[in-house]
């Protein structure tokens, strides 16, 4: 079961912070935000870490968005790891319920530079944004928005994390007018279905573990949008992004005996990528239910219904009394960024249901089936198709792809070779149909 860095309030943590106290630089006493560091009053007490340094500097570029004469510069120094970078206590415990999101004016000497922010105190929560250009100043935006108040007292922020600092220009980075601010003023919170394309819901998703998202022009439809979900080389093999704030759906998904489907358009550089969707609860993670396929096509649109019925191996199992409110979805899940480098992936018209009635419509599939599909180890499965041939692929739950068939005409396919296990087979015949089906095979 995978789990969510920073959505995990159900049990209290515990942390040590070591602090490299070689580079600590003291500026003022304990205020909450805004920061903008024009004065005593406005610039807060930073402890940095593993040789990074914090001080006030006069701004290097006085232009654009930030004319001010004071920034705070953050330079990581030789010898530190790669999450250094500086904190900030503060004097009261947030709450972040409603007006939760952090924006930072930041000038960093690269693009693509991950600046994460996170909150410590009784736990931890994280998150990161992109730098999108170099030598200027933009704004960058972190939000919390659902978070419980009483937990989170110190701010700490850790700028290209992942990265060992050298001391050197392309180590050094700016940043001014930190302040808290409701991004979800006038806004509805997102519920069911999601099409982006209401101006009047708060799409905001919340990434992890190395993925970065934001609402973007379809790339086949310049007159639709979509969510645009870039995984660094950097992620981690459960990198994903939830499909809302830390606060969820507006509306538990209405989840029922014969209903556990929910339909997502997806677009990926890749055919065969894993891509899981995961159901939970609201601060309790571990009420969660996971549902994995892998996708059919690359460089165009298709419908994935997932089925959490049939939930992934070693997961828990729908649970129809909890109230599922937190979906997440995880592009080619189980590998590591640095695996492929830097992907994009696109999703869209996210439905309670099959996707028969929104958005892109799903591949016929009736003239093609697969029985049964649960196989025993060295037996086979029906493949009936129209047409004079048929392509079966067999992938495992990390997208690999680990059997391959062609057929010419109606028949048995024996697995040979293939070890127990859920697997997803795609089948595409000469005809143009293409199929999806779960399988299992066991001993």
Known sequence: ???????????????????????????????????????????????????????????????????????????RYPEGNVWAGSIVTLPDYLDLTEVGAFRLKV???????VMKLKLEG???????????????????????????????????????????????????FYFDDFELYQSTEGLMQVSLPIDHEDSGVHYQTTSFAGNYAELAVDPMDENNHVMKVTKHWQSLNYSGTTMSTVAGLAESIP??????EISVDVWVPAAGAAIRLKAEEYLEQSNSVESQLNAPVAGEWTTMTFDFFQNVPGTPSINFGHDYRILSIFFDFGNEGYLAGTQTFYYDNVIFGDGTNIGIEAPESSAVTIRPNLIQTGHGAVLTFEGNGA??????????????????????????????????????TAKGDVYQERLSIVD
């Open 1 to 75: 079961m995978i789990e969510h860095p920073i959505l995990n309030f159900s049990v209290l943590k515990s942390f040590i912070l070591f602090l490299s106290f070689s580079a600590v630089s003291i500026l003022q006493a304990q205020i909450s935000p805004p920061f903008d560091f024009e004065t005593s009053e406005t610039t807060p007490e930073f402890i940095n870490f593993e040789m990074a340094e914090t001080l006030v500097v006069e701004n290097p570029d006085p232009s654009g968005i930030n004319a001010s004469a004071s920034v705070a510069q953050m330079v």
């Open 107 to 113: 000038y960093s000497p690269v693009e693509g530079a």
């Open 122 to 172: 009784l736990q931890v929560i994280e998150l990161d944004a992109l730098t999108t250009t170099s030598n200027a100043w933009e704004t960058l935006t972190w939000d919390f928005t659902g978070v419980p108040g009483g937990i989170f007292n110190q701010v700490a922020f850790m700028f290209d994390y992942g990265v060992e600092g050298d001391g050197t220009y392309f180590s050094t």
């Open 255 to 260: 989840f029922e005996p014969g209903a556990t």
């Open 391 to 428: 392509d079966l692929v067999l992938y495992d739950l990390k997208g690999s792809r680990v059997f391959q068939a062609s057929l010419y005409a109606p028949g048995e396919v024996r697995f040979a070779g293939v070890s127990p296990g859920m697997y997803t087979a795609f089948v595409r």
